[in-house]
């Protein structure tokens, strides 16, 4: 048994270290690299995420209920929802991980945003794919994912670039949020299955 576990470590550790050596070597380039001109605009960039992903849901659900239109209603809670279960997996994963932000891990990388929880995963990411998708889903139309999704990649950009997150908290941001809006619609498709059978 003894000889089992050390293999698996002697396997897996050089993975988890190369992976962490890949994740601050990128971070480098792209903080170090930065052109420090745009700061401001991924600050405005960064700090989008939460109103945006807040104003988007009310907006569609206020529409819907003005037009006095329960689809879109409905599309407007949907895309809400996705926003509260994508916040929820992200804050469960950044507490019970802990990691540490990279600026803190590492001083030569330079803290140019806000960024005070612990780093794994992105919560400005996930809410922009979260987002991003559940809108896309919700209104398949090409001018509505384009833009969408060009947005949450610049706000997932923009946290690396301003040295609060690692890409992986940014990758794992970006599949938390998209996961989110798949899982939102697969059981936004089974609750109105079964409304439909009473």
């Known amino acids: 048994m003894k000889i089992k576990f050390s293999l698996l470590f002697l396997l897996i550790f050089p993975t988890i270290l190369f992976a962490q050596n ?3 070597d990128l971070l480098r380039k792209i903080n170090l690299g930065r052109n420090k001109n745009l700061d401001n605009t991924f600050i ?4 989008s995420a939460t109103p945006i992903s807040i104003l988007v849901p009310v907006t569609v659900f206020c529409r819907g209920l003005d037009e006095g239109d329960s689809l879109t209603k409905n599309k407007g809670l949907f895309i809400g929802a996705t926003l ?3 916040s929820a997996v992200t804050f469960g994963l950044k507490y019970s991980l802990n990691r540490p932000r ?13 960024g005070g929880s612990p780093s794994f995963p ?4 996930s809410a922009a794919f979260s987002t991003a998708t ?10 509505i994912i384009a833009p969408s999704y060009l947005w949450a990649c610049a706000v997932g950009y923009s946290r690396m670039d301003l040295g609060v997150h690692y890409p992986s908290d940014v990758l794992a941001g970006a599949i938390v949020g998209v996961g989110s809006a798949f899982i939102c619609a697969k059981a936004n498709l089974w609750l109105y299955k079964r409304m439909g059978k009473k």
Request: aromatic share 16%; glycine share 6%; no cysteine.
């Open 22 to 24: 890949a994740d601050i």
């Open 44 to 47: 405005n960039i960064s700090n």
């Open 84 to 86: 509260l279960v994508s």
């Open 102 to 114: 990279p600026f803190t891990s590492y001083s030569f990388i330079n803290k140019v945003g806000s």
């Open 122 to 125: 992105s919560g400005h990411t």
């Open 134 to 143: 559940s809108l896309s889903l919700a209104f398949p139309k090409w001018y």
